[in-house]
């Protein structure tokens, strides 16, 4: 059963549904990744959505520096 984004609780918000593109999109929007980006990122460090953001955050300062 997928995830309903409508529900509003805090049950998996801990972390990020790499099978359900919405969030993986979610996550690649908010960081300016692609989604594919997210998908390795997840595959890497796991799903935990602190890791995943902290993980993400260093890769956008990587991508976005001059000459990178």
Not at 23 to 41: I, N, P
């Amino acid at each position: 059963m997928s995830d309903d984004p409508r529900k509003q609780d805090n049950r998996d918000r801990s972390q990020v549904a790499g099978d359900q593109e919405w969030e993986v999109g979610y996550v690649a929007s908010k960081f300016g990744l692609s989604t594919d980006q997210v998908r390795d990122l997840i595959e890497r460090f796991g799903n935990d959505r602190d890791v995943i953001e902290r993980e993400a955050e260093k890769l956008k300062a990587q991508t976005s520096r001059p000459g990178a």
